[in-house]
């Protein structure tokens, strides 16, 4: 396949995929890559996220150190269908390079998305060149100016929200659609449909023919629409109250607490937001959990305590994100 890069330039508009069937059960897993802001530290790399959706892998964020962490969790890392940058500071994009001459180690016949705030694809396209990479497959950028849905699934979609901070940077959200109710067989049979393909067919929502020749449908023995899952991710920004409505409801709200409480005006001047911040925005959002990132190279590993401690005075449920974590986000029900 002959290299090239595509610039999609256009504002919300979803990207062409590869549709599936839909799957009732599927592993949703989060993979902190790198936890430190601005500078890595000898055991912190810096802020990178890899989403695992069965097959499919999705990375958000890339800073320095993203190979490393790939390699020692053996992630399957020619399989990223899509890169989502928040902005162009450079703790969240130098790890990409690395990414993009991996990939071309392997035969991919699948595109690469990468989506981002201007200049992504200036980034990309410059350090393709200037670095003489050799990239053997299709790379599709796309910059986005405002929120809305950049890339969807068959039963899914990302969308990306404004941040504020000291250059267009963007958060993400990960959202299923919702699942078919729980599949009751003994209703099934009562209606007259035997084991067997019409029973997948029902809980794919297609109405079937019973033994006698009735039709019957799936809300017959289906029980209540089920929730699918969200993830969010949110780094570089001030506080505000639109954050908390964009991940409401998330079942793994991943942002950053670079500082501690008694740093917020040192925060502020910057664009970043504490621990303390974080956590009321996990608690505004009725989050099911909240993993904080980004952290300044200011905390040794026990002073993450402290923003541990400030955050679960306001969201108890709170924990720290470390490199080579894993989060399983499960079902709601």
């Given at each position: 396949?002959?290299?090239?890069?595509?610039?999609?330039?256009?504002?919300?508009?979803?990207?062409?995929?590869?549709?599936?069937?839909?799957?009732?059960?599927?592993?949703?897993?989060?993979?902190?890559?790198?936890?430190?802001?601005?500078?890595?530290?000898?055991?912190?790399?810096?802020?990178?996220?890899?989403?695992?959706?069965?097959?499919?892998?999705?990375?958000?964020?890339?800073?320095?150190?993203?190979?490393?962490?790939?390699?020692?969790?053996?992630?399957?890392?020619?399989?990223?269908?899509?890169?989502?940058?928040?902005?162009t500071?450079?703790?969240?994009?130098?790890?990409?390079?690395?990414?993009?001459?991996?990939?071309?180690?392997?035969?991919?016949?699948?595109?690469?998305?990468?989506?981002?705030?201007?200049?992504?694809?200036?980034?990309?396209?410059?350090?393709?060149?200037?670095?003489?990479?050799?990239?053997?497959?299709?790379?599709?950028?796309?910059?986005?100016?405002?929120?809305?849905?950049?890339?969807?699934?068959?039963?899914?979609?990302?969308?990306?929200?404004?941040?504020q901070?000291t250059?267009?940077?963007?958060?993400?959200?990960?959202?299923?659609?919702?699942?078919?109710?729980?599949?009751?067989?003994?209703?099934?049979?009562?209606?007259?449909?035997?084991?067997?393909?019409?029973?997948?067919q029902?809980?794919?929502?297609?109405?079937?023919?019973?033994?006698?020749?009735?039709?019957?449908?799936?809300?017959?023995?289906?029980?209540?629409?089920?929730?699918?899952?969200?993830?969010?991710?949110?780094?570089?920004?001030?506080?505000?109250?639109?954050?908390?409505?964009?991940?409401?409801?998330?079942?793994?709200?991943?942002?950053?607490?670079?500082?501690?409480?008694?740093?917020?005006?040192?925060?502020?001047?910057?664009?970043?937001?504490?621990?303390?911040?974080?956590?009321?925005?996990?608690?505004?959002?009725?989050?099911?959990?909240?993993?904080?990132i980004?952290?300044s190279?200011?905390?040794?590993?026990?002073?993450?305590?402290?923003?541990?401690?400030?955050?679960?005075?306001?969201?108890?449920?709170?924990?720290?994100?470390?490199?080579?974590?894993v989060?399983?986000?499960?079902?709601?029900?």
């Open positions: 396949m002959n290299p090239s890069l595509y610039l999609g330039l256009q504002n919300s508009i979803a990207l062409p995929l590869p549709q599936r069937l839909y799957s009732i059960t599927m592993n949703l897993e989060a993979f902190i890559l790198g936890s430190g802001g601005m500078m890595p530290l000898p055991n912190r790399h810096l802020t990178s996220v890899l989403l695992r959706r069965e097959g499919d892998l999705f990375l958000f964020d890339g800073g320095e150190g993203t190979q490393v962490s790939l390699r020692r969790l053996n992630l399957r890392w020619k399989k990223i269908s899509a890169i989502f940058i928040s902005h500071h450079a703790d969240h994009v130098t790890g990409i390079p690395g990414i993009l001459m991996l990939s071309s180690q392997v035969d991919r016949e699948d595109p690469l998305y990468i989506i981002g705030p201007p200049r992504i694809a200036e980034y990309i396209e410059t350090s393709r060149r200037v670095l003489d990479m050799y990239i053997n497959y299709e790379i599709l950028v796309k910059e986005i100016n405002e929120g809305g849905i950049v890339y969807t699934g068959a039963d899914f979609h990302v969308r990306a929200f404004p941040l901070h250059k267009p940077c963007f958060g993400y959200t990960l959202e299923e659609n919702p699942r078919p109710g729980e599949f009751h067989p003994e209703q099934a049979l009562a209606k007259g449909v035997p084991r067997g393909p019409r029973w997948a029902l809980q794919a929502g297609k109405i079937v023919q019973a033994a006698d020749g009735t039709k019957v449908h799936p809300e017959e023995v289906l029980g209540p629409i089920r929730s699918g899952r969200k993830f969010s991710f949110v780094t570089d920004t001030l506080p505000f109250y639109e954050i908390a409505q964009e991940v409401a409801g998330s079942d793994l709200f991943v942002c950053e607490g670079m500082f501690e409480a008694n740093l917020e005006e040192s925060a502020r001047e910057k664009k970043h937001m504490t621990a303390e911040q974080a956590a009321q925005i996990a608690a505004a959002a009725q989050v099911k959990k909240l993993a904080l980004h952290y190279p200011r905390y040794t590993e026990y002073n993450l305590k402290q923003l541990l401690k400030e955050a679960q005075a306001i969201f108890p449920n709170t924990l720290l994100s470390r490199d080579r974590l989060f399983p986000i499960e079902y709601k029900d």
